[in-house]
């Protein structure tokens, strides 16, 4: 049975907003880095 779990914060960096632009290229990357503030993995 799944474990039900409170929902929590996400963080995200840079914190201000992420903008997601088309067309993708691979030429312009940009990293993010989410952290979750409790201990469950995420998979997707």
């Given at each position: 049975?799944?474990?039900?779990?409170?929902?929590?914060?996400?963080?995200?960096?840079?914190?201000?907003?992420?903008?997601?632009?088309?067309?993708?290229?691979?030429?312009?990357?940009?990293?993010i880095?989410?952290?979750?503030?409790?201990?469950?993995?995420?998979?997707?």
């Open positions: 049975m799944a474990q039900s779990v409170p929902p929590g914060d996400i963080h995200t960096q840079p914190g201000s907003k992420i903008v997601f632009n088309a067309p993708y290229d691979d030429k312009h990357t940009y990293h880095k989410i952290m979750l503030l409790f201990l469950i993995v995420i998979k997707f």
